[in-house]
């Protein structure tokens, strides 16, 4: 068998290594502006009331945009944070995020204890599971701040009171779903302070069926108003909805996208201007002269159509570019767009640069974000892709290191 030695490798040059610039020493780096989130957070206040909380949905590493550094750069711009998973709140927590928490997804009820003692504020899909909760947190003399959701249509977690294709049994469904958040209101571990739902809006924005979604909802908490049953915080309003109905605004609104300048397709003639966060760049390492009818990369998947100069870039799907074997996209480099050619690989990419002067290795790439008079935005890259903007920015900032300016 092998011996386990453990090498004492040079100190100087470990030191050089550990101190050298994210920018030299990784291939492709993400570089979040924090000062376009405040901008951003700045613009969303200037559409909801003054009374409206905001809740900074920063799940998924803040859409990849790094959690914990934009939790403390706008812990004092928002009133609290939301994410997908006690984790990403427990993590926060432990970088001193002292803001109220929402986690939104599942918590098994046995962690009751460790959502209390760190302060943080559970979801509640049902009577089953906030009852569990309740009777863990009897146990340990304490009471759980918790959430209810409800399905008004979205059909994936929450209580459910709406079946769209069932119009004859709304009702019962409508009354179930009010004695179960009765029931819910009254569990003695409990101290509820929310409750809300989730629209189906994704980037096209079905109107009528968010629209439907708004007045069950609030039907419903007005249902539950009749029968004294109030909440503090009622909320339902991600980023599209916030920005197409006012209405939805309610105590609170959880916009992800919108703090990080992502404006939906269907939002694109809202009454905001965004700045994108992100950028995401490499730099040229390759260039070569080819003639004419030249294969370029795996299953010779482009043939140049002239004399033309190949520059390899060394971003591939492995850095969370989606693998396309016939890229519609494109790069910039000095401040002009090169396509994407042939296969996206693991590690590199191709673009044709024959017409972009003087271009020498060692010139930025950007991804995605602005060179010059150029910008590739999220929605243009997931345009080409045949993805969305935030599957973009989650994928591509996991193997990249991150820069914040
Ligand atoms: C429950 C919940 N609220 C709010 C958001 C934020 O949505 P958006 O990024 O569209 O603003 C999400 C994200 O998917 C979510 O799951």
Redesign the pocket.
Known sequence: MKENKKVQWPESIRKKWAEARIEDKYPVWSQIDISAIKFNISQLKTLIPSRTKVMA?V?ADAYGHGSVKVAEEIEDCVECF?V?RAYEAIDLREHGISSPILV?GYTSPSFTDVLTGYELTQTVHDYKMAKEFSEAAVKQNKKLKVHIKLDTGMGRLGIFLHNITEPGRFKEYFLKAVSEVERIASLPGLNVEGIYT?FAIADSLDFDYAGKQLVIFSDFLHELEKKSVVFSIKHCA???ALLSFPDSCMDMV?????IYGIL?ECCQKAKISLKQALSVKSSVIYLKNVPKGTRISYSSSYFTGKDTVIATIPVGFADGLVWESIPTGCVLIKGQRAPIIGRVCMDLIMVEAGHIEGIRVGDEVVIVGGQGNEFVSLNEMAAHSKTIP?NISTFLTVRTRKIYV
């Open positions: 949905v799940k939301g997908g939104f989730h991600g980023t599209s959880r916009p992800g996208k919108l939906p935030t």
